[in-house]
């Protein structure tokens, strides 16, 4: 049984509609890359996971149940994390004292300050920078950390590489293997193509709302991708 799976979802903002008969499916201990440009759909689709978003029709279910009317702070608890677009870290707040608000819903794992610190050392070192004084690469950091102190089973990462320096891109998607070893299934929208593809056990593609391909890295040439991406 999948842990996530998606059934034929439309999600619409007011009379504007986001997604279109979108499905999808997430074993355990999978990492599955949603890659498309700008407007695709892709945060959409993580914000119906998250709750944030309500599909109008379709249906999203959980480790085998639905939960389609579950609320987001309801969520959290059952083991789904999102790490939103543009981090979102509480700028009052030193980076340390952000990764302890993540840690409310107090699920049991392996994931604390000690664990995050040894995964993400860059957070160990600036720990009481306040975060509004962080750099982009920080707040990223200590944003995933946030969500991983939770302890979820499926960790949503929406834009990880987004207005970030390509070495601190790399640094962040090195501790990416070390999450996927302690069990946690990693879902992650990307325009980083080449990111993507790295991480991923499968590439799912969005075009204007709609899945245009998918399938496993070694299966897709670039120029498919390409096509898809682009629409072309």
Known sequence: MALLEI??????????????????????????????????????????IAGLCTPATGEIRFNGERINDVPPHRRVPLGIALTPEGRRIFPSLTLEENLLVGAHTKRSGYWNLSTLYETFPLLADRKSRLGTNASGGEQQAAAIARALMSNPRILLLDEVSLGLAPVVVEQIYAALPAIVEQGTTVLVVEQDVNQAMKVSDRVQCLLDGRTVLEGKPSELSRERIASAFFGI
């Open 7 to 48: 059934e034929n979802i439309d999600v619409f903002y007011g009379d504007v509609q986001a997604i279109f008969d979108v499905s999808l499916s997430i074993e355990e201990g999978q990492t599955l890359a949603v890659i498309g440009a700008n407007g695709a759909g892709k945060s959409t689709l993580l914000k119906s």
